[in-house]
């Protein structure tokens, strides 16, 4: 990836909640790392680990309580009026549940068409011919456009949310876990259609999931993230061949396989002990409570995301 652009670097981002009688919920804490133009960076982690409260506020539909989201060298988070508007146009978000983010009083057509004429892309006949191509690039027909959401199934549903994110023509879209509400079935479909648009489109995706297996088959480079912290970060394959955190490696005992023999011999690695609260996390590191290898020094001290082979970051004591 030396040779390549970077697209948008994340820096030290935090993103904190005021819950109520002085204390504070950490959602995202201190995060960092680049995405590069073209590529598919992963984010994953269990429920509630930060990883969607990352990519909203990256994409400034959160403020940023610190740090800062550099797109094509500007801070999103300083923009204003019409920079903002222009920044929209070029990021844009597929959320997870396809049905309460579609408005149900509108039609397909007018869902789609809502960017366009936000930005003023395209009007009239104009205007039309290309809700007609989206749809026909997202795997919908012609006579769609004057339907309303809950005509359609849960995957034409997210095609449909595909479709109003590709009307304006974006660099970057940010995948809000687009596949966890879909059945089985459908989602590998959507996952290749993703695919195929960010080949012949030149897209560049941050995919946040908790399917493992779902997101070595789409990412580049993957991130794993713990209440609100990256603890591990590297290419796609040498995470899934050599993860080093004991927290990714028991994600990674988890994924299925699809041989019921080797799934018979696989050694799974429990996670035990309670997740401790994003609002009050104790002093050291934020897995120490849940792990089998935990040391004095992880009590007391916060790991740091380091680099200890190439391209390969973990924030572990254990890691030397």
Known sequence: MDNKKVLIEVKNLKKYFNVGRNQTLKAVDDVSFNIYKGETLGLVGESGCG????????????????????????DIHKLKGKQKKDFTKKAQIIFQDPYSSLNPRMTVGDIIGEGIDIHEIYKGKDRQDKIYELLDTVGLNKEHISRFPHEFSGGQRQRIGIARALAIEPEFIVCDEPISALDVSIQAQVVNLLIELQEKRNLTYLFIAHDLSMVKHISDRVGVMYLGNLVEFTTSDELYSNPLHPYTTALLSAIPIADPNEEKEKKRIPIEGEIPSPINTPPGCKFVSRCKYAMDVCKKDTPSLREVSKEHFVACHLIK
């Open 51 to 74: 990883k969607t409260t990352c990519g909203k506020t990256i994409m400034g539909l959160y403020n940023a309580t610190a740090g800062e989201v550099i797109f094509d060298g500007v």
